[in-house]
């Protein structure tokens, strides 16, 4: 008993259908166009290919195109090069009948074409391919890689024109492989030709045009597969090279997307906070498991740093071993310039905080162990001053002076060198209460006069002292301190003038101003005067005495009291440094009382060197 199957008489009767239709269509609608005033007609159908075309030809199409469609389908996932090339050639050999299918590629020159991958063929063939190249034009590979055409003979060995370009080499290589027919087309992709495919037969084959298409298509697309395949390969080369040389970095390195997601760890960042980057990457600080690592912790509070973009801000990790950090932040844009995400770079300068501890305890006892016995000798000029053991010759008098002054200005660098190293080390304490801005300047005429002892040409002037001073909150002897180290400056490099000190009170702070008309300091070293031990060039040359940390100290004091020093200053001309400090809030304890000037009193008051 036969069972028809429906479905082949189906396909079939489909076929015919389509084929009637396709008739009728061609009949009523070929292609026409004008020349000469005249309408007349273009058969696209080729002279050698029947208008009915037989079931099986339909079907072997069919298979060619649906074997097109997975190779298109699997070059589209695979970014191995060699393994693309060598799919398609199993998959168009297969679809087409033929036994072997090669690709070739060009030399480094682009003057000939070897084989780079192959299916079917003699390791040998291939091997002779590679050492003997075909150059461009010659063979059908070398034409069609050329011309950009394909090129076929139907028998190789009655073909007169395919063994005289190869030589007797290649000639005895086609013999021992055993084609007869082949056909070459080049493959093409957004870069241009970048070489060619061949597919053989056994036994002589006439090609059709149908065929001629398909193999044209497959090695387009094998071409344009290689080329994507090879920017995948560039892309992972240069991401892998990205994850090398950010794995290499001796900072740690932490990137988020938008929406907090990590998406970079670093090698450096997953030693210093003692995780792993496959434990982290892809999930948000507050997915990560502190149960399963206790020091997700570390990364939680790193994440939730407010620290604004481009400013940095020192951290220290307790565990797993207590590391001091400066975290600096940073935004993550595109090439367009639109933001993708964000980074946070960890810097660990532990090192360097126990090596600055060190110098500052070892400035600190050094500066301790000198101060006993600087005060001794300071003790000891100032019983010879008083002539308590005789009179002093005219030489001995001027040699004591010289001595105090040099004790004095050394005694003033150990005091400089304590105070640093308790800044340093935050031992530098501060009591802040409310402070009248004309109590802070009769302290200061007061700290200032022994300075103008040593410099009889130049003039203190106090201005802008009115019958309301501001009151501010300060620590009156730091702020004194800090103070005096500016007009100090002032004074020791303004030979010859006057030194300006006022004060005006602007926007809920008030301005203090000390101006000079001294040496003045050059504009490129202008940002290095609140650096440890900078002195400009000029004030080096001018022989004065100094250590270069008395402005570094007046500008921590005045941090330490929320303000700022300006800086104004022209080489030659003087300098203008102008202290900022916030005015007390109305609720602020009052100042203690101090009694006022006399309404009738002059608002400004000069101090002169005492005779």
Not at 263 to 278: R, Y
């Amino acid at each position: 008993m036969y069972i028809m199957d429906y479905r082949g008489v189906l396909a079939f009767f489909l076929l015919r259908l389509s084929v009637f239709v396709f008739k009728t269509l061609f009949h009523f609608m070929k292609p026409t166009f004008k020349k000469n005033g005249k309408t007349i007609t273009v058969s696209l159908k080729p002279n050698h290919i029947s208008a009915l075309r037989t079931q099986k030809e339909y079907l072997r199409e069919q298979q060619l195109l649906f074997a097109l469609e997975k190779a298109s389908t699997a070059l589209t996932a695979e970014v191995d090069i060699e393994k693309i090339l060598e799919d398609m050639a199993i998959i168009v050999a297969k679809a087409l009948g033929a036994k072997w299918v090669n690709f070739w590629g060009l030399t480094p020159d682009k003057t000939a074409t070897h084989i780079v991958a192959s299916y079917g063929m003699k390791k040998s063939y291939v091997e002779h391919s590679r050492n003997n190249p075909i150059q461009l034009g010659k063979a059908w590979i070398g034409r069609a890689i050329q011309t950009g055409r394909a090129w076929g003979s139907s028998d190789v060995l009655t073909d007169p024109n395919l063994m005289p370009d190869l030589g007797p080499a290649w000639e005895e290589q086609i013999r021992k492989q055993s084609y007869r027919a082949l056909l070459c087309v080049p493959t093409h992709s957004k870069k241009g030709t970048v070489g060619g495919m061949c597919v053989y037969y056994p036994d002589p084959h006439e090609f059709n045009d149908f065929e001629m298409r398909l193999v044209t298509v497959a090695a387009n697309q094998a071409a344009t597969s290689m080329v994507n395949a090879q920017t995948v390969q560039d892309l992972a080369a240069e991401r892998n090279k990205t994850v090398a040389i950010i794995n290499s970095l001796s900072d740690g390195i932490l990137m988020y997307d938008l929406e907090d997601r990590i998406t970079a760890l670093n090698l450096k960042a997953q030693e210093l906070l003692g995780i792993s980057a496959k434990s982290a990457l892809g999930k948000t600080t507050s997915e990560l498991n502190m149960q399963t690592n206790p020091l997700f912790e570390n990364l939680q509070t790193i994440s939730k740093l407010l620290i604004q973009e481009f400013e940095s801000q020192e951290f220290t990790l307790a565990q797993p071993q207590r590391t001091i950090l400066v975290i600096t932040h940073l935004p993550v844009r595109n090439s367009k310039n639109q933001k993708i995400g964000s980074m946070q770079v960890l810097h660990d300068i532990t090192k360097e905080k126990e090596t600055e501890e060190l110098k500052a305890n070892f400035v600190s006892i050094a500066s301790h162990q000198l101060r006993t016995p600087l005060s001794r000798m300071k003790w000891a000029l100032s019983v010879l001053r008083d002539l308590e053991y005789g009179p002093l010759a005219k030489e001995q008098d001027k040699l004591l002076e010289e001595t105090s002054l040099t004790l004095n200005n050394l005694i003033l660098l150990v005091n400089d060198l304590l105070d640093t190293s308790k800044m340093e080390q935050g031992k530098f304490e501060y009591n802040f209460k409310p402070l009248s801005l004309e109590k802070l300047f009769r302290n200061l005429e007061r700290l200032i006069q022994p300075l103008l002892q040593e410099k009889s040409k130049t003039i203190v002037l106090f201005e802008g002292i009115t019958d309301n001073p501001p009151t501010f909150l300060a620590d009156l002897k730091k702020l004194e301190m800090a103070i005096f180290n500016i007009v100090e400056n002032a004074i020791k490099y303004t030979p010859v003038g006057t030194v300006h000190i006022s004060a005006q009170t602007k926007d809920n702070s008030v301005f203090i101003e000390i101006k000079d008309r001294g040496i003045g300091i050059p504009k490129d070293q202008q940002k290095h005067i609140f650096t440890k031990f900078f002195r400009a060039h000029n004030a080096v040359l001018l022989q004065t005495e100094g250590s270069g940390l008395g402005l570094w100290i007046a500008n921590e004091i005045i941090k330490k009291h929320q303000g700022k020093i300006l800086v104004e200053s022209k080489q030659g001309k003087g300098t203008t440094l102008t202290v900022v400090l916030p005015i007390a809030h109305e609720n602020a304890a009052p100042p203690p009382e101090t009694p006022k000037p006399k309404k009738n009193s002059p608002p400004r008051r000069s101090l002169k060197r005492k005779t």
